[in-house]
């Protein structure tokens, strides 16, 4: 047992780290649970089309309104005692929803509201969790640190919670729920035993949090690397955004797939994430972050031509699968790079920065893609994928070197 342990959590990495890693696992599980779990539950209390998008409405909205202050209270506070008090308040919520499940009192409005009440709460523990690493670690740790951290997110929140969260949905509405409590309630517990090294934080003047935000503004703004990275981010997350927004309709139109096909696409892109966890580490002993990043952005092109030509599920599943592994090793890097270039005391807010643009591409790029797919067909958003991700790996294709090493901090604005 102990040198399975070594082999996924190294000693060198720390006993606070595989402590953090225990707690991320567990509440990703929760997690996991719940993304099947709550769209189930929406559905089973009305048949409102509006009461039921505003589900997923819930899942997107929250960072983008919350996420710079967010950002602000990790950079200014505790953020071990932000992770705790955020993860307490999800434990609450999930206990009333417990509560009024179990004595038949919810209705689909109370549904919505602890749903967006659970990821407020997400918003805040998740941005925290991702200052934690450069705080724990060695810099050359970080790759090794945050690999883990997103296997466990491929493993528990998109392949095993799911299932589980439909399977105790099934046996009572409760159940997930009840489930999602206990696991958040552990991660508490473990992301308690953390310890933190001592830092400065800045004097808290009432009223600076517009100049709080916008020094982290200014900051990734005059950082050539993160600036580019984060652009990077945000233009391929509408690129994605517009052809994922109609996949479950390319799935019925383009491949002849129903909703068990549509959800195996899923889980095989997940399969192929597994992969990427288990080659990164060889991969990026041979191979430069630089280069790591424009493999990446080329897979990412090519997957949109791919999916764009063929009506094959045998070939849309193998492209689905090379995706997957190409999401988790770029992923993984993209945040070891801004770990590594952006000083402690910003690491909050550069990180809910990051959070904006991917949400915000993500928003943009579905709406792109409704309209593409309606006045153009199914395969038109992927069409647009793949020329504008090709347009801006040409353009961005010398900068990737210089965002990769770009790796030491820059000092904050006085």
Request: charged residues 10%; glycine residues 10%.
């Amino acid at each position: 047992m102990r040198k399975v342990l070594e082999s996924v959590v190294p000693a060198r990495l720390g006993s606070s780290y595989r402590w953090l890693l225990a707690s991320s696992w567990s509440s990703n599980l929760g997690d996991g649970v719940a993304l099947a779990a709550g769209p189930l539950l929406v559905t089973s209390l009305t048949g409102d089309p509006f009461l039921i998008s505003l589900a997923a409405l819930l899942r997107w909205a929250p960072p983008l309104v919350f996420g710079l202050y967010a950002g602000v209270l990790s950079d200014r506070h505790d953020r071990r005692r932000i992770m705790i008090t955020a993860n307490v308040a999800r434990v609450a919520v999930l206990a009333g929803l417990v509560a009024a499940l179990l004595a038949g009192t919810l209705s689909a409005t109370g549904a919505l509201v602890a749903l967006g009440l659970l990821t407020v709460c997400e918003v805040f523990a998740d941005n925290t969790a991702g200052t934690l690493p450069p705080m724990l670690v060695r810099r050359d740790d970080l790759a090794l640190a945050n690999a883990r951290l997103q296997t466990g997110f491929i493993t528990l929140n998109q392949l095993i919670g799911p299932p589980i969260g439909a399977a105790l949905f099934a046996a009572g509405t409760a159940w997930p729920f009840a489930a999602e409590v206990v696991l958040v309630a552990a991660g508490v517990v473990l992301v308690s035993r953390v310890r933190l090294p001592l830092r400065e934080r800045p004097d808290v003047e009432r009223g600076s949090l517009r100049r709080d935000v916008a020094e982290g503004w200014r900051w990734t703004v005059n950082h050539a690397a993160v600036r580019t990275l984060v652009l990077t981010i945000l233009i391929f997350n509408v690129t994605f955004g517009a052809a994922w927004s109609v996949l479950v309709l390319y799935a019925q139109e383009q491949l002849g797939l129903g909703a068990i096909g549509f959800g195996l696409l899923t889980t095989v892109s997940a399969v192929g994430g597994l992969l990427g966890t288990a080659l990164y580490g060889a991969i990026t002993k041979r191979v430069s972050l630089g280069n790591v990043m424009r493999v990446g952005l080329i897979i990412e092109t090519l997957t949109h031509l791919g999916l764009a030509v063929t009506t094959s599920p045998v070939l849309a599943s193998a492209i689905f699968f090379v995706f997957g592994a190409h999401a988790f090793v770029w992923g993984t890097t993209s945040v070891t790079v801004r770990q590594r270039a952006v000083p402690e005391q910003l690491q909050g807010r550069v990180n809910s920065l990051n959070t904006i643009c991917v949400f915000g591409g993500l928003v943009v790029g579905s709406v792109i893609g409704g309209v593409l797919a309606t006045h153009y067909g199914v395969t038109a958003p992927f069409w647009f994928a793949f020329a504008g991700s090709a347009a801006f790996v040409v353009l961005l294709w010398r900068e990737l070197t210089r965002i990769a090493h770009e790796g030491e901090p820059v000092p904050a604005p006085a």
